[in-house]
């Protein structure tokens, strides 16, 4: 039986698959050479159906929370990860993030792992944002100042501003009211209605800090007047390493398209950190459409596609 578990994994890994072979291009180029369906070597020189650190570290969650939640735990899988190579797609570790190896050489020197990430603005990467989306059927059950209490801390282990956590909780809201069985719109103004009220009733972060997400939570900020995400151009959303255009063009492309192919091919085609805005669309989109819309021909090739039924199975058993 295949689950919204299943559904989300397998669509964050396949997202994160298609976009492994181009990852570093622009945009320009994936105009004239757009990704249709999974392609092998490339930027990482790695066969077809090969998934990167996001969907790594994704795996490295799931399996600690099927095992329950202990944020000490979660980081211990981080560092096996690196160091002993767990969830790789071929037993090597082949792309890591300077953020998430920083943090995990926090945690390997004797830190805490909800001190080990970047507290500084500068520690913003989409690092915690591309592997958060298991955690979303441990709090699914939870109060929403618990599910951001549970979501700070888990962001924290790599990536522990402010702009990071947030990013993580809309993202999670977001995944939340897909998996209540929303539709795409119902769930995204729901979103904005419950981060938004959280948020205010709350001294979670500046007004400042708040107004970073204007496009997402259709804000009032300043001179400028409010803007609807999914109203934007393509040329208007970003999609380098930053979190929140990572958030913002992961929401964009599940907002304006009509199938998990479409979403997902068309993040990977916005280039440059394309596994990874492939991977956080990717998770959305399997939610949203289901393990069943997810062409059968990209999990057939996807590595690991035995382990990562599997490890669906126990995080199901333990959370479904």
Known sequence: MKTKIHSALFGLSVGDALGVPVEFKSRDYLMQFPVTDMMEYGSHHQPKGTWSDDSSLAFCLAESLSEGYDVNDIGEKFVKWRNE????????????????????????????PILAGGFSEMDNGNGSLMRIIPLVFYIKDLSIEKRFDIIKDVSSITHAHIRSVLSCFIYLEYALNLLNKNDKWQAYKKMQI?????????????????????????????????????????????????VLESLEASLWCVLTSNSYKETVLKAVNLGRDTDTTGAIAGGLAGLLYDYEAIPEKWIDVLARKDDITKLCDNLFSKYG
Request: net charge negative; charged share 25%.
């Open 85 to 112: 190579e767990i969830w790789t797609p071929h037993g090597k570790v082949f792309d890591i993030g300077i953020s998430t190896n920083q943090a995990i050489n926090s945690i390997e020197s004797g830190i805490k």
């Open 194 to 242: 419950d981060v938004k009220n959280f948020l205010n009733s709350n001294a979670i972060c500046s007004q400042r800090e708040m107004d970073k997400f204007y496009r997402i939570l259709e804000l009032k900020v300043s001179d400028y007047d409010v803007q609807m995400l999914y109203e934007l151009k393509e040329s208007e959303i970003g999609s380098g390493g930053y």
